[in-house]
Antibody, heavy 120, light 107 residues
Framework: EVQLVESGGGLVKPGGTLRLSCATS????????MSWVRQAPGKGLEWVSS????????YYADSVKGRFTISRDNAKESLFLQMNNLRAADTGVYYC?????????????WGQGTLVTVSS | DIQMTQSPSSLSASVGDRVTITCRAS??????LNWYQQRPGKAPRLLIY???NLQSGVPLTFSGSGSGTDFTLTISSLQPEDFATYYC?????????FGQGTKLEIK
Protein backbone atom coordinates (compact mmCIF):
# COMPACT_ATOMS: atom_id res chain seq x y z
CA GLU A 1 0.00 0.00 0.00
CA VAL A 2 1.30 3.42 -0.97
CA GLN A 3 1.61 5.75 2.02
CA LEU A 4 2.87 9.30 2.45
CA VAL A 5 2.60 10.64 5.98
CA GLU A 6 3.41 14.27 6.67
CA SER A 7 4.35 15.55 10.11
CA GLY A 8 5.84 18.60 11.75
CA GLY A 9 3.05 21.09 11.28
CA GLY A 10 1.72 23.25 14.08
CA LEU A 11 1.24 26.76 15.40
CA VAL A 12 4.21 29.10 15.06
CA LYS A 13 4.67 32.84 15.45
CA PRO A 14 5.58 35.07 12.51
CA GLY A 15 9.31 34.87 11.91
CA GLY A 16 9.45 31.38 13.40
CA THR A 17 10.63 28.10 11.91
CA LEU A 18 9.19 24.66 11.25
CA ARG A 19 10.53 21.52 9.65
CA LEU A 20 8.03 19.34 7.83
CA SER A 21 8.69 15.67 7.15
CA CYS A 22 7.04 13.22 4.79
CA ALA A 23 7.65 9.54 5.44
CA THR A 24 6.82 7.32 2.50
CA SER A 25 6.41 3.65 1.73
CA UNK A 26 4.93 1.39 -0.89
CA UNK A 27 6.45 2.99 -4.00
CA UNK A 28 9.91 3.53 -5.45
CA UNK A 29 10.71 6.78 -3.66
CA UNK A 30 14.23 7.00 -5.06
CA UNK A 31 12.98 7.28 -8.66
CA UNK A 32 10.28 9.86 -7.96
CA UNK A 33 10.50 13.61 -8.11
CA MET A 34 8.97 14.84 -4.86
CA SER A 35 7.12 18.06 -4.20
CA TRP A 36 5.33 20.14 -1.59
CA VAL A 37 1.98 21.68 -2.44
CA ARG A 38 0.04 23.85 -0.01
CA GLN A 39 -3.50 25.06 0.40
CA ALA A 40 -4.49 28.09 2.42
CA PRO A 41 -7.76 27.75 4.34
CA GLY A 42 -10.67 27.83 1.91
CA LYS A 43 -8.37 28.51 -1.04
CA GLY A 44 -6.92 26.63 -3.98
CA LEU A 45 -3.77 24.63 -4.46
CA GLU A 46 -0.35 26.28 -4.65
CA TRP A 47 2.86 24.54 -5.67
CA VAL A 48 5.69 25.27 -3.21
CA SER A 49 8.79 23.30 -4.18
CA SER A 50 10.07 20.23 -6.03
CA UNK A 51 13.22 18.12 -5.83
CA UNK A 52 14.38 15.64 -8.44
CA UNK A 53 14.95 11.98 -7.66
CA UNK A 54 18.65 12.37 -6.85
CA UNK A 55 18.32 15.85 -5.40
CA UNK A 56 20.24 17.41 -8.24
CA UNK A 57 17.44 19.73 -9.36
CA UNK A 58 15.49 21.87 -6.93
CA TYR A 59 12.80 24.44 -7.67
CA TYR A 60 10.89 26.89 -5.49
CA ALA A 61 7.94 29.18 -5.85
CA ASP A 62 8.99 32.82 -5.65
CA SER A 63 6.84 33.23 -2.55
CA VAL A 64 9.10 30.89 -0.54
CA LYS A 65 12.46 31.25 -2.26
CA GLY A 66 15.19 32.12 0.22
CA ARG A 67 13.05 31.07 3.20
CA PHE A 68 12.20 27.41 2.55
CA THR A 69 14.59 24.53 1.80
CA ILE A 70 13.48 21.20 0.35
CA SER A 71 15.56 18.07 0.85
CA ARG A 72 15.23 14.31 0.72
CA ASP A 73 16.79 11.17 2.12
CA ASN A 74 16.41 8.34 -0.36
CA ALA A 75 17.76 5.77 2.10
CA LYS A 76 14.99 6.66 4.54
CA GLU A 77 12.43 7.32 1.77
CA SER A 78 11.64 10.67 3.31
CA LEU A 79 11.08 14.23 2.12
CA PHE A 80 11.61 17.38 4.16
CA LEU A 81 10.76 21.07 4.07
CA GLN A 82 12.66 23.47 6.29
CA MET A 83 10.60 26.62 6.65
CA ASN A 84 12.25 29.74 8.07
CA ASN A 85 11.02 33.28 8.62
CA LEU A 86 7.41 32.15 8.43
CA ARG A 87 4.68 34.59 7.52
CA ALA A 88 0.92 34.61 8.03
CA ALA A 89 0.56 33.98 4.29
CA ASP A 90 2.32 30.62 4.76
CA THR A 91 -0.64 29.32 6.78
CA GLY A 92 -2.30 26.28 5.27
CA VAL A 93 -2.24 22.56 4.77
CA TYR A 94 1.03 21.29 3.32
CA TYR A 95 0.89 18.17 1.18
CA CYS A 96 3.81 16.11 -0.02
CA UNK A 97 3.34 14.50 -3.41
CA UNK A 98 5.34 12.30 -5.72
CA UNK A 99 5.79 12.35 -9.49
CA UNK A 100 7.17 9.48 -11.53
CA UNK A 101 10.51 10.26 -13.09
CA UNK A 102 10.79 11.91 -16.45
CA UNK A 103 10.15 15.32 -17.94
CA UNK A 104 6.41 15.13 -17.35
CA UNK A 105 5.30 15.99 -13.85
CA UNK A 106 1.99 15.14 -12.27
CA UNK A 107 1.30 14.82 -8.57
CA UNK A 108 0.48 11.29 -7.53
CA UNK A 109 0.59 9.90 -4.88
CA TRP A 110 -0.31 12.49 -2.19
CA GLY A 111 -0.06 12.54 1.57
CA GLN A 112 -2.96 13.51 3.82
CA GLY A 113 -1.40 16.89 4.65
CA THR A 114 -0.14 18.66 7.74
CA LEU A 115 -1.51 21.99 8.95
CA VAL A 116 0.80 24.94 9.46
CA THR A 117 -0.61 27.97 11.24
CA VAL A 118 1.45 31.16 11.46
CA SER A 119 -0.07 33.53 13.94
CA SER A 120 0.91 35.67 16.87
CA ASP B 1 4.34 32.71 -14.73
CA ILE B 2 1.73 30.74 -16.66
CA GLN B 3 -1.77 31.61 -15.52
CA MET B 4 -4.40 28.88 -15.53
CA THR B 5 -8.03 29.95 -15.74
CA GLN B 6 -10.84 27.50 -15.12
CA SER B 7 -14.47 27.96 -16.02
CA PRO B 8 -16.92 27.89 -14.55
CA SER B 9 -15.80 28.56 -10.97
CA SER B 10 -18.85 26.70 -9.73
CA LEU B 11 -21.39 24.45 -11.30
CA SER B 12 -24.65 22.87 -10.17
CA ALA B 13 -25.66 19.60 -11.77
CA SER B 14 -27.67 16.46 -11.14
CA VAL B 15 -26.72 12.81 -10.88
CA GLY B 16 -26.53 11.41 -14.38
CA ASP B 17 -25.72 14.74 -16.02
CA ARG B 18 -22.80 15.25 -18.39
CA VAL B 19 -20.57 18.12 -17.34
CA THR B 20 -17.57 19.82 -18.86
CA ILE B 21 -15.00 21.99 -17.11
CA THR B 22 -12.59 24.06 -19.14
CA CYS B 23 -9.08 25.24 -18.37
CA ARG B 24 -7.18 27.84 -20.36
CA ALA B 25 -3.47 28.52 -20.10
CA SER B 26 -2.00 31.98 -20.64
CA UNK B 27 0.49 30.49 -23.11
CA UNK B 28 0.92 27.19 -24.88
CA UNK B 29 1.72 24.30 -22.54
CA UNK B 30 1.62 21.55 -25.15
CA UNK B 31 -0.12 18.69 -23.32
CA UNK B 32 1.49 19.30 -19.92
CA LEU B 33 -1.87 19.51 -18.23
CA ASN B 34 -3.23 17.46 -15.34
CA TRP B 35 -6.58 17.32 -13.57
CA TYR B 36 -7.28 16.63 -9.89
CA GLN B 37 -10.38 16.05 -7.80
CA GLN B 38 -10.52 17.20 -4.19
CA ARG B 39 -13.27 16.27 -1.80
CA PRO B 40 -13.75 18.36 1.39
CA GLY B 41 -11.09 17.66 4.00
CA LYS B 42 -9.21 15.29 1.72
CA ALA B 43 -6.02 15.41 -0.31
CA PRO B 44 -6.31 15.97 -4.05
CA ARG B 45 -6.56 12.92 -6.28
CA LEU B 46 -5.04 12.69 -9.74
CA LEU B 47 -7.67 12.02 -12.41
CA ILE B 48 -6.04 12.82 -15.76
CA TYR B 49 -2.38 13.33 -16.66
CA UNK B 50 -0.83 14.74 -19.80
CA UNK B 51 -4.18 16.16 -20.89
CA UNK B 52 -5.93 12.95 -21.84
CA ASN B 53 -4.53 9.98 -19.96
CA LEU B 54 -6.80 8.41 -17.35
CA GLN B 55 -5.03 7.61 -14.11
CA SER B 56 -5.31 4.00 -12.98
CA GLY B 57 -8.38 3.39 -10.87
CA VAL B 58 -10.27 6.45 -12.10
CA PRO B 59 -13.73 5.67 -13.52
CA LEU B 60 -14.14 5.69 -17.30
CA THR B 61 -16.78 8.40 -16.90
CA PHE B 62 -13.88 10.87 -16.65
CA SER B 63 -12.06 12.05 -19.75
CA GLY B 64 -9.73 14.86 -20.71
CA SER B 65 -8.84 16.54 -23.96
CA GLY B 66 -7.00 19.49 -25.39
CA SER B 67 -3.55 20.75 -26.18
CA GLY B 68 -1.81 24.09 -26.47
CA THR B 69 -3.84 26.51 -24.39
CA ASP B 70 -7.34 25.02 -24.15
CA PHE B 71 -8.29 21.92 -22.22
CA THR B 72 -11.44 20.21 -21.00
CA LEU B 73 -12.39 17.73 -18.32
CA THR B 74 -15.60 15.87 -19.01
CA ILE B 75 -17.64 13.70 -16.67
CA SER B 76 -20.02 11.74 -18.86
CA SER B 77 -22.51 10.72 -16.18
CA LEU B 78 -22.28 12.30 -12.75
CA GLN B 79 -22.25 10.02 -9.75
CA PRO B 80 -22.91 11.17 -6.16
CA GLU B 81 -19.22 10.81 -5.27
CA ASP B 82 -18.21 13.16 -8.11
CA PHE B 83 -19.46 16.25 -6.32
CA ALA B 84 -16.17 17.87 -5.36
CA THR B 85 -13.75 20.59 -6.46
CA TYR B 86 -11.67 20.09 -9.58
CA TYR B 87 -8.31 21.68 -10.38
CA CYS B 88 -6.23 21.83 -13.53
CA UNK B 89 -2.45 22.03 -13.21
CA UNK B 90 0.24 22.90 -15.72
CA UNK B 91 3.61 21.19 -15.49
CA UNK B 92 5.11 22.70 -18.63
CA UNK B 93 7.44 24.87 -16.62
CA UNK B 94 8.10 26.05 -13.10
CA UNK B 95 6.53 27.65 -11.23
CA UNK B 96 3.92 24.94 -11.66
CA UNK B 97 0.51 26.56 -11.42
CA PHE B 98 -3.03 25.46 -10.75
CA GLY B 99 -6.36 26.77 -11.88
CA GLN B 100 -8.49 28.41 -9.21
CA GLY B 101 -10.76 25.38 -8.97
CA THR B 102 -14.27 24.46 -10.09
CA LYS B 103 -16.70 23.49 -7.36
CA LEU B 104 -19.23 20.97 -8.60
CA GLU B 105 -22.37 20.96 -6.48
CA ILE B 106 -25.54 18.95 -6.45
CA LYS B 107 -28.53 20.69 -8.02
Amino acid sequence: EVQLVESGGGLVKPGGTLRLSCATSGFTFRTHTMSWVRQAPGKGLEWVSSISSNGGYIYYADSVKGRFTISRDNAKESLFLQMNNLRAADTGVYYCAGSPGGDRVWFDPWGQGTLVTVSS
Amino acid sequence: DIQMTQSPSSLSASVGDRVTITCRASQSINSYLNWYQQRPGKAPRLLIYSASNLQSGVPLTFSGSGSGTDFTLTISSLQPEDFATYYCHQSYTTPYTFGQGTKLEIK
